[in-house]
């Protein structure tokens, strides 16, 4: 690991204008993620902004809906009564990721924020456009089972990590920010994490310095909300796929998807088809799948965890 600066910010306003200032900066919570890249040589901070002593850890009514402070940790967003009783699909989703261990460190920011587990972004012994712009996609022609079906690119066909991202999405969560100038911004989790293009260092619309205040959830919808996750073993395991749903009685819903792109995946039309089944709505969800030869199992992996999904809502509602 390489030596760095350390600094604990006071207000989250001061964190941001800290970090603009300081080329090559990066904030620091939970550490589940940054530190383990820091230790590996790919991520190589020259200056740590520790936020942990912001006042950023409330889970608080907000309107109609919920607002969850950035530095809420996981073990306690899944725990929340509100939470559980009015969004029991985020509460779901938190707790079929990593660890009892991990979820007591790791915060909504930096759910968020995780990097791929690609396994070519973390040997550094091979080229990753996303490690090193420019250097080449080593899964694209390599093993590639766990990768990327949709939303992929000729640069990278890494997937997005998170459990609670895909159920934040299905949520229509909205990420709150501050800038380095004190302006605050209100990004919808639709238009926060991005596709890979020639960019795939790039994985979110944070501009430099800013800094990820809260998550706030709109009014409940209710519903039956279920989260499946389908991975290799059943538990410190990341998704091959996952399906968050949230179904009405009247048959209608919402599906978002993991472990098959860039960043959790919902495709309104593939919404507006859930009445007619899983078959119907995952055509819309996969449209324009790039499949490899080690992936291609994907796509019915996915029809059928939206089928099992969907069978188990029917369940629940009888």
């Known amino acids: 690991m390489k030596p760095f600066e350390y600094e604990r910010a006071e207000t989250p306003a001061a964190a941001a204008a800290s970090a603009v200032s300081h080329p090559g900066a990066k ?17 190589e901070p020259a200056y740590l902004i520790d936020v942990n002593g912001l006042k950023l850890d409330a889970i608080e009514t907000d309107g109609d809906g919920v607002r969850i402070g950035a530095l809420v940790r996981n073990t306690d967003l899944a725990a929340d009564a509100r939470i559980r009783r009015d969004y029991p699909l985020l509460s779901r989703a938190l707790l079929a990721g990593a660890s009892g261990q991990l979820r007591n460190k790791a915060t ?15 040997d550094t012994n091979q080229p990753c456009n996303k490690r090193l712009p420019g250097s080449g996609c080593a899964a694209i022609g390599g093993a590639s089972r766990q990768h990327a079906i949709v939303g992929v690119s000729k640069a990278c066909i ?18 709150e920010t501050v800038k380095p100038d004190g302006s605050k911004r209100r990004i919808p989790i639709a238009d926060f994490h991005t596709l ?17 205040t809260a998550v706030t959830l709109p009014k409940p919808i209710g519903g039956t909300q279920l989260y499946h996750k389908v991975r290799d073993r059943s538990s410190y395991a990341f998704a091959l796929v996952s399906i968050a749903l949230i179904a009405q009685p009247d048959g ?14 919902r495709v309104d039309a593939a919404d507006a088809e859930l009445p007619k089944g899983a ?9 324009g799948a790039q499949t490899t030869h080690d992936n291609a199992y994907k796509v019915t992996l996915t029809e059928r965890a939206l089928a099992a999904t969907l069978a188990e809502a029917k369940e629940r509602k009888a």
């Not at 550490?31 to 590996?40: A, F, Q, R, V, Y």
């Not at 890494?158 to 990420?175: E, F, G, I, K, Q």
């Open 196 to 212: 890979p293009g020639n960019t795939p260092h790039i994985e979110t619309v944070l501009e430099r310095g800013e800094l990820i």
């Open 252 to 265: 209608t819903g919402r599906v978002a998807v993991g472990g098959i792109a860039h960043k959790p995946w």
């Open 108 to 122: 909504t920011a930096g759910n968020l924020l995780q990097r791929t587990r690609c396994p070519y972004f973390y």
């Open 27 to 43: 904030f620091i919570a939970g550490g589940t993620n940054l530190l383990d890249l820091m230790k590996l040589g790919i991520e």
């Open 279 to 287: 078959k119907a709505a995952s055509a819309r969800l996969l449209a």
């Open 158 to 175: 890494a997937t997005h990590p998170s459990d609670m991202a895909v159920a934040m999405r299905a949520l229509d969560a909205t990420v």
